[in-house]
């Protein structure tokens, strides 16, 4: 988990050091969602400033740094998430004669030379993965913020008279300059008839989801006139597509299930840091542990969260599973006492009901 935050003002009436107070102060509210390291990028001319908080998981060193400027100076992208398939991906881009020399081994570094010679709609066609991103093309002028097809990382934008933000979380928004907080009323009906609030609301009539499976483009140069929202990818186009190749014999059905799984389960396993999985001893967990461990060469770690109440507890069930298939197990029993004493902490965890 890393967290991305960026700022573009109207009028390019502010000096190097006013952009970066302020985009410090904004990725200095997300420290939580990357504690490894931090940057930013500001280029007054265009008003426009990127901030990143890193979680380090693929390629450790500093040349997995964000913000990242692409080798011909023209592309500048901060990330949230991973792309699965950068290995192939890199792969290709090397096979077409796409880059030089690589500075790293990042899928940051990778998605960059992607954007930069497939552009935002065919890269997005190509990639695998959970994210959030900004990319900034100085060459065309444009900004582009993108997140994946199912939302799994999160993407807001505020806009006010003085200009745009884009956060991974709602509070930093409240670091700028005449931050509106004014509720969305029709946020709370939504959110007192389904329990959450829907996309593209917020909390906050100024800042909106970016939804699922799209991406927004703005004109740097023309930015007073808005932001365009393109959908790359539909749920419902998708599942419409798939009945017409429905597949009525059961062991080919069971065969691609398995495959389509144990797939999913390996690129996700890649990382440079160890890695474990929360098993609760259900179906999900368990099926996801089962492909882990099927294609690890050395027991992989398991965690579970258990409570002294048996009404409530689970950790039995993960336990039994984690010997079963042999991981390496941590089992943690929290008290109520210890479940009270985040409560008070809830409003910091959560920006909006």
């Not at 991305?4 to 410090?24: A, E, N, P, S, T």
């Not at 700028?176 to 909390?203: K, N, W």
Request: proline share 4%.
């Amino acid at each position: 988990m890393c967290g991305i935050v960026g700022y573009l003002r109207f009028q390019h009436d502010w000096q190097d050091g006013q952009y970066q107070d302020l985009i410090m102060h904004m990725s200095g509210c997300l420290a939580h969602r990357g504690p490894d390291s931090d940057g930013h990028w500001i280029d007054s001319k265009l008003g426009l400033a990127f901030g990143h908080r890193r979680l380090s998981i693929i390629d450790l060193s500093p040349a997995g740094h964000q913000p990242m400027i692409s080798s011909d100076g023209q592309g500048v992208l901060i990330l949230n998430g991973e792309i699965y398939n950068f290995a192939e991906l890199r792969s290709e881009l090397e096979l077409i004669g796409a880059t030089a020399q690589w500075r790293g081994h990042s899928d940051t570094e990778v998605l960059l030379t992607a954007l930069r010679h497939f552009g935002i709609e065919k890269t997005l066609q190509k990639i695998n993965g959970m994210y959030a991103f900004a990319y900034a093309d100085l060459q065309e002028k444009k900004l582009y913020l993108a997140r994946d097809r199912f939302g799994e990382k999160p993407l807001y934008i505020y806009r006010d008279a003085d200009g745009m933000a884009f956060s991974s979380e709602l509070k930093a928004f409240k670091k700028l300059p005449h931050f509106d907080s004014t509720i969305d009323s029709g946020s709370v009906a939504e959110f007192m008839a389904y329990a959450y609030v829907p996309q593209p609301r917020s909390i906050y009539q100024r800042a909106k989801k970016l939804p699922p499976g799209c991406y927004a483009i703005l004109d740097l140069l023309h930015p007073a006139d808005g932001m365009k929202t393109v959908t790359y990818w539909s749920a419902r186009d998708t599942a419409i597509n798939c009945r017409k190749e429905r597949i009525t014999d059961e062991s080919q059905a069971l065969s691609q299930l398995d495959d389509i799984l144990r797939r999913a389960v390996k690129s996700r396993m890649a990382a440079d840091v160890p890695l474990g999985a929360f098993l609760s001893g259900g179906i999900d967990s368990s099926t996801v542990v089962a492909l882990m461990q099927a294609q690890s060469s050395r027991p992989i770690k398991t965690y579970a969260i258990g409570f002294a109440e048996d009404a409530f507890n689970e950790a039995p069930h993960a336990k039994a599973v984690a010997e079963h298939l042999g991981t390496q197990h941590t089992e943690q029993i929290v008290t109520a006492a210890e479940a009270m004493a985040v409560i008070p902490y809830l409003r910091e965890f959560y920006d909006e009901p």
